[in-house]
């Protein structure tokens, strides 16, 4: 086949034959096609979209560029739970070892940050000698030990989406629907899982401004995983503003502790409870929202949770001395404070500046090669809602290269509105579909 006549023909609205789709990601796994080339392809993907035969075809491909699972034999529900990507949003960090403290087993494949918003990977790997890339029998072999892996695309498991997943990031190409719903469907059906609970994100600071936007990508994906025999729902939270406080990778890290010694704050708590439980209900362990809740609450009060964490983290080569004592996280020595130039009502914390902001002190990546700097990152000292005196933090940056720190703080500063009246915090839940 001719690759620029396929790129043509995309490019001009055309569609492309599922032979023509497999071939694309076979070759492109297999180092056959060069970066650029594919990225062209990415582009006219993001232009024009894919049909439903083409999704079906792109995403097929995807999952069988590497092994499919067979958990049929684990004894214990596998259920998984993914994000579409947000600011500060860590919740698969904590929510996951609360899940699997409670006895459902989750295979967890992950990303890598894309574009503004962080990536659990990135994050996990600022715990010193973490390891996410494994091969599909370490993976299983982890999995039934534990009840818990945290690991992410590699050469065995869902190779496609890996390299596709980074010329994403790169190209500017992130917020397609298609390429969304087969990226994260693709790994999630490779994973062998029974069910999968999903967190659209919906705001600025995710890649779905609308609910609208965020209701379709939810219904494409719940249809992908019924084709598969996935039972998914999809919840759609807020990204308007991040979530929690922590906006980096090893700050987030900290912040997860933190919610499983029982001490997040509330809105990041109330969503890994929201997924938590749909989860339990999903593996068979609960009957109800109202009795899983309660089942996850006991994980955090007994230490199971955290324990679970420990044991995954040592389990994955991690140094789990960075748990018990989170000041050995690294961290950024340089310091710069906001402040609020007039005292009243934060009416606007903008997710989108804020993670931009981040990434351009290095806690996200601006081209594909672009190393990840684990200690910088932002604390948000204010969020809508908040009352605010002349003078009092808005948010505190941390960073270790002051060449950036201008652009960073004007961008910053322009995150926020405070205004006389009050404002109420936007909702954090906006609807779900099954």
């Known amino acids: 086949m001719n690759f620029v006549e396929l790129i043509e023909r995309k490019r001009d609205g055309g569609t492309l034959i599922p032979e023509e789709i497999r071939w694309i990601i076979e070759s492109y796994t297999a180092d056959k096609i060069p970066d650029y080339q594919m990225s062209a392809l990415v582009m006219a993907v993001f232009i024009r979209g894919l049909d439903d035969d083409e999704l079906a075809a792109w995403t097929a491909a995807m999952l069988h560029s590497g092994a499919v699972l067979d958990l049929s034999d684990l004894g214990a529900p596998a259920v998984d739970k993914h994000s579409t990507g947000g600011v500060g949003d860590k919740v698969s960090i904590p929510l996951a070892p609360m899940v699997a403290a409670c006895g459902v087993a989750i295979p967890m494949i992950s990303g890598r940050g894309l574009g503004h918003t962080g990536g659990t990977l990135d994050k996990l790997e600022t715990i010193p000698g973490f390891r996410t890339a494994l091969d599909a029998e370490e993976f299983k072999h ?200 007039e005292s009243g009502t934060v009416a606007r914390c903008d997710a989108l500046d804020i993670g931009v902001s981040a990434m351009r002190l290095g806690a996200g990546r ?49 995150a926020f509105i405070i205004q006389e009246e009050p404002a109420e915090p936007p909702p954090l839940l906006h609807e779900v579909v099954r």
């Open 142 to 341: 982890r999995l039934y030990r534990h009840g818990l892996v945290l690991a992410g695309q590699s050469e065995s498991i869902a190779p496609a989406d890996r390299r596709i997943y980074a010329l994403r990031d790169a190209t500017g190409t992130v917020p397609s629907i298609p390429l969304i719903a087969s990226s994260i469907m693709s790994k999630k059906v490779a994973e062998g899982i029974e069910a999968l609970v999903l967190d659209v994100k919906v705001g600025r600071g995710g890649f779905n401004r609308t609910v609208a936007t965020a209701r379709t990508l939810a219904k494409t994906m719940v249809g992908i995983g019924s084709g598969y025999g996935v039972t998914t729902v999809a919840f759609l939270t807020d990204m308007s503003q991040p979530l929690g406080r922590e906006v980096g990778n090893a700050c987030e890290i900290e912040e997860s502790i933190a919610v499983l010694r029982g001490d997040g704050p509330p809105d990041l708590v109330e969503v890994v409870f929201l997924l938590g439980a749909e989860m339990l209900v999903l593996g068979g362990i609960a009957d109800n929202a109202a009795s899983a809740r309660e089942r996850l609450a006991e994980t955090l009060e007994s230490g199971a949770a955290l324990e679970k964490f420990i044991e995954v983290v040592e389990a994955q080569g991690g140094d789990p001395s960075v748990v018990e004592d989170t000041s050995l996280l690294a961290r950024a020595p340089g310091e710069h404070v906001i402040t609020a130039r």
């Open 366 to 414: 601006e081209t594909k090669e672009s190393p990840i700097h684990p200690g910088v990152g932002i604390t948000v000292e204010a969020k809508v809602g908040d009352r605010v005196g002349t003078g009092d933090p808005l948010v505190r940056l941390r960073y270790d290269d002051d060449s950036r720190l201008a652009e960073v703080i004007a961008l910053a500063e322009r």
